[in-house]
């Protein structure tokens, strides 16, 4: 496995380097080299490829669990294990969480509805109840506030806006999106927190003429609020603590390819299966009745 590792990295690293740190001898190394490779040796060669193939086309953001879901649908025979051995000698990891920075966030809310959600973020039907939040992203013109809005039957993103200012604005466009492209044809239940864009009278009268009703986090509870919690943090450790953007509308293009490209149509979820949320929703609307 050292040989391995020294082979797999001779390119960023001297190899008496990392021979001297592996506390190996260069000549046994290069003896190695010279010896064909094992039946074995080459299909672990040729697998952590394929693994390094789905890892780039994840956007370098899949673990080893989903990494070995892409090789299943590839037809490959494989133990997640394996996997996760093959992917820990490649140097192939999953992007890692951050902490929210210690504070005390918001002020009083001017009005607050009953949090009738309650937490029950598995429901069994699409538009039957949706989450919504907002986020800032840092670029060198200033802030940009991101607002989307998440059906919890598939945890597609099926509304979004991005604007300059943390307004209600950014919000209703949001929902209005959201609106537009799913067009509910019951009352959907959509959760926030107790943000000010939410307890204005502007997104209360939005609520009202579109036939939604409003549920709210309890105060200082973030995990009354946790799918769209969960989602910026996967948008955050996967997409934009990676990049630096120079301007607001940069990253808004990098948000729109990261939603509308890739979480949407392709990021495999656990809770569904292993199915992108676009795909979820198509297999279970092509499903018989009762099945």
Avoid at 102 to 120: A, I
Wanted: net charge positive; proline share 3%; with cysteine.
């Amino acid at each position: 496995m050292r040989y391995a590792f020294v082979t797999e990295h001779r390119r960023l690293f001297s190899v008496r380097a990392m021979c001297r740190c592996l506390h190996i001898h260069p000549s046994g190394f290069y003896a190695w080299l010279k010896v064909p490779l094992s039946k074995r040796a080459k299909e672990d060669k040729r697998q952590t490829e394929l693994i390094r193939q789905a890892w780039s086309e994840s956007g370098k953001v899949y673990g080893y669990r989903k990494l070995h879901d892409d090789l299943l649908d590839q037809g490959e025979q494989v133990c997640p294990n394996r996997v996760a051995r093959l992917a820990r000698l490649a140097g192939i990891k999953a992007q890692i969480g951050y902490k929210r920075r210690p504070g005390n966030y918001g002020g009083k809310p001017s009005v607050v509805v009953d949090n009738t959600l309650d937490r029950q973020f598995d429901v069994e039907a699409p538009d039957t109840a949706w989450v919504t939040d907002i986020t800032y992203i840092r670029t060198q013109e200033g802030f940009a506030y991101l607002a989307v809005v998440i059906d919890l039957y598939s945890r597609r993103v099926v509304g979004w806006s991005m604007q300059s200012r943390q307004t209600t604005d950014v919000v209703l466009e949001a929902l209005l999106m959201a609106i537009c492209r799913r067009k509910p044809k019951n009352r959907v239940l959509i959760h926030s927190d107790q943000g000010s864009q939410f307890t204005s009278m502007d997104w209360a009268a939005f609520l009202r003429a579109h036939n939604l009703e409003h549920s709210m986090s309890r105060r200082g509870n973030c995990h009354d609020n946790a799918v769209a919690e969960s989602f910026f943090n996967l948008l955050k450790r996967e997409r934009i603590r990676r990049r630096t953007y120079k301007t607001r509308e940069e990253a808004r293009q990098d948000v729109f390819d990261y939603i509308e490209m890739f979480y949407n149509p392709k990021r495999k979820h656990a809770r569904n299966g292993m199915l992108s949320p676009v795909e979820f929703e198509r297999q279970r609307k092509l499903r018989p009745e009762g099945v």
